[in-house]
């Protein structure tokens, strides 16, 4: 029972422009959300997240989207640049204390190209 | 600051063998997870510490699977007898407490033949 769904397995976007990442659950418990960023041979890297009582959150280039009626989150950057280019992952969770676990999408490969 | 150590990095073994995984988290932090990630998934929990005591392993095969945290900080997961379908990246990850912004550690990658 996949909870947390990337249906893109990759994304291909050019060096300065918008790269749109999506993510869907089905959990309505669900209501923090968090990407990670993963680089070939390395740990995922927490890159920004979101408390299900906002529907959006922005550092930076990165912007994330959440709309908790479609159970729908997006993740933009903008500008798009080269070292973004890496396999990000949605993370959800559902607040029960400490014994809170995050359930990972199985992830979208981003390719920026020159 | 230092981050997640885990080693080794690399391991290949026979199905039937035993191996064992070590995992070093961020100073000060209290929960310590273990995921398994296969090829083309994401991340999956297998045992969630906090401090040393274990409060969520439902998803860790008991019977082949263990795993414990000494003195609430180094963490060790073992698998025994290994089988084939045990070959992923095992990832330990830390956070100063519940799952928020996990810090992950570089992974041991274990091959089993």
């Known amino acids: 029972d996949q909870q947390v769904k990337q249906n893109s397995p990759s994304l291909s976007v050019q060096e300065g422009r918008i790269s749109i990442l999506n993510c869907d659950y089905t959990?309505?418990?669900?209501?923090?959300f968090l990407w990670y960023k993963k680089y070939p041979a390395e740990g995922p890297t927490f890159l920004i997240s979101?408390?299900?009582?906002?529907d959006k959150n922005e550092d930076g280039r990165f912007t994330v989207f959440l709309n908790k009626s479609a159970k729908h989150l997006s993740l933009h950057i903008v500008p798009s640049q080269p070292g973004d280019s890496a396999v990000y992952f949605c993370a959800a969770s559902a607040a029960t204390g400490t014994a809170s676990k995050l359930t990972f999408g199985t992830g979208t490969r981003l390719q920026v190209t020159l | 600051e230092a981050g997640v150590a885990q080693s080794p990095r690399y391991k290949i073994i026979e199905k039937r063998q035993s191996v064992a995984f070590w995992c070093n988290p961020i100073s000060g932090h209290a929960t310590l997870y273990w995921y398994q990630q296969i090829l083309g998934q994401g991340p999956k929990l297998l045992i969630q510490?906090?401090?040393?005591?274990?409060?969520?392993d439902s998803q860790l095969p008991k019977d082949r699977f263990s795993a414990e945290r000494l003195k609430g900080v180094d963490s060790t997961l073992k698998i025994q007898p290994a089988k084939l379908e045990d070959s992923a990246v095992y990832l330990c990850?830390?956070?100063?407490?519940?799952?928020?912004?996990?810090?992950f550690g570089p992974g041991t990658r274990l091959t089993v033949t």
């Open positions: 979101i408390s299900s009582i906002k």
């Open positions: 510490f906090q401090n040393n005591g274990v409060v969520d």
């Open positions: 990850a830390s956070s100063l407490w519940g799952p928020y912004e996990q810090y």
């Open positions: 959990n309505s418990m669900f209501d923090y």
